[in-house]
């Protein structure tokens, strides 16, 4: 990611060619320069980088260094009960019972059932809308886009909030036609909750990626599309052998934030439960971590959850990175 | 004589392929904006038509009792919540692009020693879950005492690691080198060329910049709830939840907390329908790598 992202490259939108104008601003920006003095810009510089990193290091590095240190702590009640608990020093204690915890781990089972079904129907359908938003053959294609891109405007919680209605038996226009229909499903039952939330993810955020997708599509060289229709190659041909290998880059960054996003999922499952959906109070790692912490109080096992949720999160975009870098160094 | 037949056999491949390909837009776009029209729709209506009524009538047409309702009750602490989402959503994503920019375009323009290394801390910021760091926020809240204000949702929204991300690709694509030699020459200081040429010029990497970072704060539901006990700090989907919580015992809420969400969501569509060149371009400058 690192070697990649640091590359500097003009956004796709300006009109100038973007891929074409890579590595001439890469040498604008590395080369020859008359710098004021070392001093003066390395002043400026300082100046320039200290509101981030103060804010950085206040709102991230000192609370996960704090979910550390808290994480290898616990409270125990002490001998008679008389004078309250104590902090003691617990070592990996609470990652140990995390772990051993079956619900902790249900969690992640839950994550992964759920990225199983989400990131194809995600990944996958922004790209097919992509690709026919890409084609000659679409017609108002800013309507489109806007469209599909509107309910990322809508804040998770409203969302689920109206998926809930719309999952209601009596209340939902689409329960009454699925039941007239003969084919009727309770969302809101045990087996029903996750493709209700994986319905709920995919409407927020499908727009997204299709504008996302579509954007780099634009950028293809369409001389490079011209050549080979000529050549013959049909709109599936064109798609699969030149569309698709081009955008690699984009598909890998949605991929890694599709992947970091499910791994957050709360809001959504949360609201659902709340509504009288059969969902646990512990069902993703992140209603874990808020359980142990507002309802246990357990502020030790919270942290430690935490940890180990950043943890897995950070592992699988490592691993997504690696996957598309490797892929990406084959085909070049 | 063949030659019609020739062409119009395409021709009418073509037709097909083109309402295939239309079709399938159309019902994806009706996917998504079929629930935004039943919002519409169901804030119209009074609690025992929403709940038993045909929603796309406008049967028990009552949006002015809906609006009054939410002005009135508890004196108006909706309009309350408004202005603190305003707030913590507006002063945040100001303060957020500013930081992210000046930092953007430091890591673009200025060389000194350590300076890859310090990108990369920043992007593995980008990585790092924001829920799985909420619940750190709060802990750390509660021992500097600082839970439970304003302060506890707004200082952790200046920071956004992506926007510090966004902020370099859009120097280097928009602030060239020679403006700022051409300043140096005329004797302006590092920071005033800054102040007056870089960001200037970096302007749609700051709106961009400012426009994720207000709608990630507008929508953001996960550090209020866990930041905030008083009533009157809430956001508006904090709010929201919380009426949506009392609707299952009182149905009289639903009216509200739908009137409420449709008020809620208005600003910010009509924010993307207006300024749609901007969010696309910062969707593209984050993908292209």
């Known amino acids: 990611m690192s070697t990649e992202a640091t590359r500097e490259t003009p956004p796709a939108t300006t009109p100038a060619p973007a891929p074409a104008a890579g590595p001439t601003a890469r040498t604008t920006a590395r080369g020859p320069k008359r710098p004021g003095s070392a001093t003066r810009t390395g002043l400026a510089a300082t100046v320039l980088l200290t509101p981030f990193f103060a804010l950085f290091t206040v709102a991230m590095v000192i609370p996960v260094g704090y979910a550390l240190w808290l994480s290898l702590f616990t409270e125990k009640a002490s001998g008679l009960g008389f004078d309250g608990p104590r902090t003691v020093f617990h070592g990996l204690g609470n990652y140990t019972e995390a772990l051993g915890d079956p619900a902790f781990r249900d969690g992640f089972q839950v994550l992964l059932g759920y990225c199983a079904f989400y990131i194809p129907l995600m990944v996958g359908g922004a790209l097919i809308l992509s690709l026919l938003l890409d084609t000659a053959l679409a017609r108002a294609r800013r309507f489109f886009q806007l469209a599909l891109f509107l309910p990322h405007a809508i804040p998770g919680l409203i969302a689920a909030l109206i998926w809930i209605y719309l999952y209601t038996p009596g209340l ?161 | ?83 603190n989402s305003l707030l913590y959503a507006g002063v945040g994503a100001l303060g957020c692009s500013l930081v992210s920019v000046a930092a953007g375009y430091a890591f673009d323009k200025y060389r000194f020693r350590g300076k890859e290394k310090l990108f990369a801390v920043v992007l593995l910021g980008v990585l790092l879950p924001s829920t799985a760091l909420s619940l750190p926020l709060y802990l750390l809240a509660v021992e500097t005492h600082t839970v439970n204000t304003y302060w506890s949702v707004l200082i952790p929204v200046l920071v956004n690691p992506f926007g510090v991300y966004l902020s ?71 709010g929201l939840y919380n009426w949506h919580s009392n609707a299952n015992a009182t149905p009289d809420f639903y009216p509200m907390v739908v009137t409420g969400s449709l008020l809620a969501v208005t600003p910010l569509i009509i924010a993307f329908v207006t300024l749609q060149r901007h969010w696309k371009a910062g969707l593209t400058a984050g993908s292209v790598k």
């Open chain 2, 168 to 238: 370099r690709i859009f120097s280097a694509g928009y602030v060239p080198d020679e403006a700022l030699e051409a300043a140096r020459i005329d004797g302006a200081s590092e920071l005033r060329a800054f102040w007056s040429i870089g960001l200037r010029m970096i302007m749609p990497g700051f709106v961009t910049v400012f426009l994720f970072q207000f709608t990630a704060v507008w929508n953001n539901f996960f550090l209020p709830l866990v930041m905030l006990s008083d009533k009157n700090l809430y956001p508006l989907s904090l």
């Open chain 2, 1 to 83: 004589m063949t030659s019609p037949l020739v062409t119009r056999r395409p021709g009418g491949s073509r037709w097909l392929s083109r309402s295939a390909v239309n079709g399938v837009l159309v019902l994806a776009a009706a996917y998504t904006l079929f629930p935004l029209i039943w919002l519409v729709t169901a804030a119209t209506k009074d609690a025992g038509n929403l709940l038993g009524g045909d929603v796309f009538s406008f049967q028990g047409f009552d949006l002015a009792r809906n609006l009054s309702d939410l002005t009135t009750y508890q004196d108006g602490i909706y309009f309350r919540w408004y202005g």
């Open chain 1, 172 to 332: 939902s226009p689409v329960i009454n036609a699925m039941d007239a229909g003969g084919f009727g499903f309770d969302f809101l039952s045990t087996d029903g909750i996750l493709p209700s939330v994986v319905n709920i993810a995919l409407w927020e955020w499908l727009g997204y990626n299709v504008v996302i997708f579509y954007a780099s599509l634009q950028a293809v060289d369409r001389s490079l599309l011209e050549a080979a229709t000529v050549d013959g190659a049909g709109q599936w041909r064109l798609a699969f052998s030149i569309k698709i290998p081009l955008i690699r880059s984009s598909l890998a960054l949605v991929l890694l934030f599709t992947v970091i996003g499910s791994l957050q999922l709360f809001t959504e499952p949360l609201i659902l439960s709340r509504s009288g959906a059969s969902v646990p109070s512990t069902w993703t790692p992140n209603m874990y971590a808020y359980s142990a912490a507002f309802q246990r109080n357990d502020y030790g096992l919270a942290a430690a959850a935490s940890v180990l949720i950043a943890l897995a999160a950070a592992a699988l975009s490592f691993g997504v990175t690696r996957f598309s870098n490797r892929k990406e160094a084959r085909a070049a």
